[in-house]
């Protein structure tokens, strides 16, 4: 009795010991997950179709090429060898489009406010983040939608900052309870970079916003030049209205961002069978056409300013013409455009992780994980809307963030994979167990190690017994992000900003939100 009583008490104390150490932070070069995963395992293209899509690109390129592009950015082309014909498109030769794609930097850093967020992308590097334009925040308990305001916008930014699996924050919501454009911006500004210290990314309605915007970014980084050193915002720049055409306003807005040292995601956002083909082939061929002719633009200017090649084709529901971001011809676009970018070496960025759903439920989960994952399976390096967003891009929650990120966390952990080593295929393990041991591993010297640094526990997702789960009064996910949600705001103060430097940007900026 005595000798069982002992067995049950080591039984009991190894695994208490066990959840002690599981519950404790792990130190960075144990996780089993870490921003950059190197993904690229999943290929939607052969070898024959990207040369196929390549030599359309080219030819759209130098045959159709770009109208409306500012009488700036005309002469900046011509210089650099594009060619404008007589219908007042610019063209690009084939040879031009190459020494643009040699002149563009390959392994860039997008800073944080803090080095620890920093992101390091090169080829194949996984990072996931927020985006999007949303109007409206969902209140996932009485199931409606309200217009979004900048108070949104720094309350996200403050979730964002405590989730591991957001490596990036950028803007998701519009703060619609104002109304004048620059302070809009501004607001969403100063929201985002007082809700976090990760990198943000931003857009500008206007190019005369960015020099108020630079004001204030010199202000939080001590100068202009310990900001050209460290710059932690980037610009998401819509430059192009598909198909195949320059947006001149957001071209300018893009001139100055340069020219503030501003890093800058060139965004091709057509919608296949509306402004983009309905063959997923083609759209593929016009995003990264449109996106080519901006590396073209971004190098004229200042050759190896850094930039992501942005192609951020949407699908259509062609029975109805609305948006379908949540489906599976979403996540093979988002997937074969990161296939094409890493083809040409360039740091790309694409959507991926939206849903069309109104709500966190079932058919948000499938959605979003389905597209997440095949994003990052691909090599995609950066996952923009990959958390938070319903509704094909209109409402936005911030529950949907605490869930995500678990989501996020299982996607990161494919994306890493398998490792096969003469270690990891546990032979010694197996014949200790098997000819020597108790005949199963609960006890043995690497499972605890192998606990640790192969598997991903979620963060918020019940894994618990029917019978544990009855007990805790059968909790939904939705529930315990609400409380998840409500204890970060509650008692998450962002303190990265001095209360000084906060007195001085309100005294100077009208500023709608509290922190």
Known sequence: MDNIQLKRNRRSGGRSARREKRAAPLPDNIKPISPGMVGGTYKPLSLKDISAIEQTIFQLLDEVGLSQAPDTG????????????????????????????????KNITLYGQDQKHDIHLKKNHVHYGTAGAAVNVVDSFKKTYRPS????????????????????????????????????????????????????????????????ACEMLHMISGGEEQWRARPFISNSNAFVVPPMRFATESCLVME?????????????????????????????????????AGLVYVNSIKPGHPCIAGTWPFVSDLRTGAMSGGSGEQGLLSAACAQMLAHFDLVSGAAAGMCDSK????????????????????????????????????????????IDNDMLGQCLRCVRGIEVNNE???????????????????????????????????????????KEWKENDNPEIIDTAHKEVKNILENHKPNHLSKEIDEEIRKKFKIYFKN
Not at 86 to 92: A, K, P, S, T, V
Not at 372 to 396: I, P, Q, R, T
Not at 453 to 466: F, T
């Open 256 to 292: 100055e961002c340069i020219e503030a040292g501003i890093p800058v995601l060139l965004l091709s956002a057509g919608q296949a069978g509306a402004t983009a083909p309905a063959s997923i082939a083609g759209t593929i061929a016009q995003a990264t056409a449109e996106v080519l």
């Open 74 to 105: 005309v002469k900046k082309m011509q210089n650099y060898g594009a060619v404008l014909g007589e219908d007042h498109r610019l063209r690009f030769p084939e040879n031009i489009v190459k020494k643009a794609l040699k002149d563009t930097k």
């Open 359 to 402: 709500l966190p439920d079932a058919q948000s989960g499938y959605e979003k994980g389905s597209t997440a994952v095949m994003a990052g399976l691909a090599g995609l390096n950066l996952v923009y809307e990959s958390a938070g967003m319903h509704a094909s891009l209109l409402g936005f929650s911030l529950e949907s963030m605490i």
């Open 149 to 212: 305001e900048a108070q949104d916008i720094y309350n996200a930014a403050c979730i964002a900052e405590k989730l591991d699996n957001i490596h990036f924050f950028q803007r998701p919501m519009v703060a619609t309870n104002i109304e004048d454009p620059q302070e809009m911006d501004l607001n969403t500004l100063y929201a985002c970079v007082s809700g976090t210290q990760k990198h943000i990314g931003i857009s500008f309605t206007e190019a005369d916003f960015i020099k108020p």
């Open 424 to 466: 990891t295929l546990s032979f010694n393990a197996i014949k200790e167990v098997c000819l020597d041991g108790p005949g199963h591993y609960l006890g043995h010297d690497r499972t605890l190690a192998v606990m640790e640094s192969e598997y991903v526990y979620p963060d918020i997702s019940d894994r618990s017994s029917p």
